[in-house]
């Protein structure tokens, strides 16, 4: 269990790190000045519980939390900044432009979460030549 635990969090700090480089490429737009990328680390790192994007300094997780929530509303705050974060990137999909709302259909909102992680996984894909690290 504990091996388990240790590889999980390696591959969330690795999901961490190609995110954040990735965005530096995809997302320049977004990083034009001190202002503007002070306000994207922020949007990057909304997107984790713990607002950062270091797993080290903090004990092993116990449960499954935010873009792996099993619970939709627990999820659904931290897919809408991953999606925020997605909207900046070249060739974002129009199905995605409108946020995700918690008053719309769940299972509408299960799909938007999913094409968000497929974009991501192409994203990723098509700028460095392998699938990326997903915890």
């Not at 270091?54 to 809408?80: I, M």
């Not at 709302?101 to 894909?125: N, P, R």
Request: proline share 7%; hydrophobic share 35%.
């Amino acid at each position: 269990d504990l091996a388990r635990q240790i590889v999980y969090e390696i591959c969330e700090q690795s999901f961490r790190y190609e995110l954040l480089d990735l965005d530096e490429h995809l997302g320049c737009d977004a990083h034009k000045d001190k202002e503007a990328r002070k306000e994207r680390a922020e949007l990057l790192r909304s997107i984790f519980p713990s607002k950062s994007l270091k797993v080290w300094n903090r004990d092993l997780p116990q449960q499954n939390d935010g873009l792996n929530a099993p619970s939709f509303n627990v999820a659904l705050p931290y897919f809408e900044s991953f999606r925020k974060v997605l909207s900046a990137w070249e060739h974002f999909p129009e199905s995605l432009k409108q946020p995700f709302d918690a008053t719309g259909c769940e299972h509408d909102i299960w799909k938007g979460m999913k094409e968000c992680c497929l974009f991501y996984v192409q994203s990723y894909f098509d700028n460095t030549g392998r699938p990326p690290i997903i915890p």
